[in-house]
């Protein structure tokens, strides 16, 4: 199948997009917009940012066709040898997985907008990009001839191959094991080249130590920094696309930040990429893709993205004890720990996986998943001596190559307990697919290491009642109440918007304000649903918004 992109009027966000295949001997063909993205699991509904779509015949005539599905369409091509179908995308959201187009740049991933024919899917693809003459393009398809041609062997490599068109493209490269890694940044940003290559060279020579081998010979990073903070990365199996900003502060207070998301969009080259679910072998690109092992996918990879980062020594110890702190925070602040298994939140991402949802609902197979690898890591380490690690067990799953290898539950336990010669059982039972309480297995795991965590009150007075609230439009708008806490029991909720306290209005001082009072009765008033309420706080109890500090233990 031929793509042909086309910028007309950059300033409106609608990108032309033609498609030409031939279609001899089919009555009807049917085209599939993909309805959601590898590496988000949830629907995208794509679709919708589709307009003006027609279809003409290798003769130049206009070709009926029926939407069947809210993202398919049949077109009548009874008589016709080849169809050219054209459309519209508008693309003016601007994220790691998205499609976005304006005086700047035109910035494509591919399964945003790309439609394809099922018959044809496995057939190679040719890519045309009508650009400015200016513009330069960082993508891991392959030029064809010409320098705004491209071709990807299949739809699959497609659309797992973003790309970005700009005139300001900064790009710098580095070898490691025989691939050649490029950095591609658009946006205002200032690298610091010598800092970036050494560190980012580190982390790579590390992870592929660890598998032994990299699935393809040249990868891109391509950066997106904007003015605004952001934060956001998608794995692909060439190349990841990664969102971060202030510009200001990328080199600065936020190049850990740089850092630890690279690595983990790096490590999923193998883990995701290459070694998947047999519930996404393959992906299906017209629904859900259900599966419980996002514990793996991505909670392996979170634990590991900053892991390989401390033991490849870009990360000193009290940097990794940072992350390791956030994961505990982000753990225990949530209770839907109490309700829902990390398995189970990982089967509903498609319901409700990257929204807060209803308070105490779900967990993050992010942060769950990685404190689950951690403790599966140290327990391999500690019954094999430290001789084998998680690292074996992600090495067996890869096939070595770019060809896709699957497991299951019942396999990843069976492998991990394989290596580690004793049970898993309590954690898959009790952690992934139960809600038991993780401190036990945490205090193991950090002892083997020699460290600890110390759980301290919190300096935020709104933690120490269970309150977490947002400063809107001069109220405190509640966003979090942890369960059993004081304000638990006082009967406040989340969406309330707290104005006084005792009689006094708030300025963004709501704790200066509970502090002063700790001592005495506290009253809230605060609006409900368009009503004016007041509550008495209960005294502080032990359900707190506590906040953990790493050590080494002496």
């Known amino acids: 199948m031929d793509y042909t992109f086309t910028i007309s009027n950059a300033h409106t966000h609608f990108i032309e997009i033609s498609i030409q295949e031939n279609v001899v001997d089919y009555l009807t063909v049917s085209l599939q917009l993909p309805c959601w993205r590898p ?34 369409w049949e077109i009548n091509t009874e008589n016709a040898n080849a169809i050219k179908v054209s459309y519209l995308y508008y693309a003016n959201e601007l994220n790691a997985g998205s499609t976005f187009l304006d005086d700047n740049q035109l910035y494509v991933n591919p399964i945003n907008c790309c439609m394809y024919i099922e018959s044809a899917i496995d057939k190679q693809c040719k890519v045309t990009l009508d650009l400015p003459e200016d ?3 960082a993508t891991s398809m392959r030029r064809h001839k010409k320098d705004a ?9 497609l659309v797992d191959s973003p790309f970005i ?162 994961l ?35 967990v993050s197979i992010y942060v769950e998943g990685a404190l689950i690898a951690l403790i599966c890591d140290a ?21 070595g190559t770019a060809e896709l290898s699957g497991y299951d539950r019942n396999s990843y336990q069976l492998l991990l307990e394989k290596i580690s010669g004793t049970s898993f059982k309590d954690i898959f039972e009790g952690l992934i697919y139960g809600k038991k309480d993780f401190s036990p297995f945490l205090k193991e795991a950090f002892d083997f290491w020699g460290w600890s965590y110390e759980t301290c009150l919190s300096k935020d007075a709104l933690f120490r009642y269970g309150i977490k609230a947002l400063w ?56 409900r649903s368009g009503l004016l309420k007041r509550i008495s706080l209960k005294p502080v109890n032990d359900a707190q918004y506590y906040t953990y500090k790493m050590l080494e233990n002496e």
């Open 149 to 157: 041609v491209f071709m990807v062997d299949d739809f699959h490599e």
């Open 379 to 399: 327990r391999i380490r500690m019954s094999t001596n430290n001789d084998f690690s998680l690292h074996t067990a992600l090495k067996k799953l890869y096939s």
């Open 165 to 326: 068109c700009s005139s300001t493209i900064q790009s710098y490269s580095y070898e490691s094991c025989g691939t050649t890694f490029h950095l591609c940044f658009q946006g205002e940003v200032k690298p610091d080249e010598k800092l970036l290559i050494a560190d980012f060279k580190k982390f790579t020579d590390y992870q592929i130590e660890k598998f032994d081998g990299f699935p393809v010979k040249d990868y891109y990073f391509l950066f997106q920094i904007t003015p605004y903070s952001s934060y956001h990365g998608v794995e692909h199996q060439k190349s990841t696309v990664i969102l971060l900003g202030p510009s200001y502060a990328v080199f600065k207070n936020r190049y850990d930040s740089l850092l630890g998301i690279s690595s983990h969009e790096l490590y999923h080259t193998w883990n995701v990429k290459t070694i998947r679910p047999f519930d996404m072998l393959p992906y299906a690109y017209n629904k859900e893709n259900y599966t419980h092992m996002g514990y793996v996918t991505e909670g392996v990879t979170t634990y590991m993205g900053d892991r390989l980062l401390y033991e490849s020594e870009v990360f000193s110890l009290k940097q990794y004890f940072k992350e390791l702190e956030t």
């Open 328 to 362: 505990l925070t982000r753990h225990f602040h949530n209770d839907g720990r109490k309700h829902y298994s990390v398995a189970e939140s990982s089967f509903d991402t498609w319901l409700d996986g990257y929204v807060p949802g209803i308070p105490g609902r779900k």
């Open 39 to 72: 590496g988000r699991y949830e629907l995208g509904d794509f679709a919708k940012n589709v307009k003006n779509f027609k279809v003409l015949d290798d003769k130049g005539n206009t070709l009926s066709f029926e939407k069947t599905t809210k993202d398919k």
């Open 472 to 527: 809107i439009n001069g109220t405190f708008k509640v966003s979090s109440i942890l369960e059993g806490s004081s304000a638990d029991y006082s009967g406040l909720v989340v969406d309330d918007k707290i104005h006084s306290i005792n009689g006094y209005k708030l300025n963004n001082d709501i704790n200066q304000w509970l502090d002063y009072f700790s001592n005495e009765q506290i009253v809230l008033s605060f609006e």
């Open 135 to 137: 513009y330069r393009v």
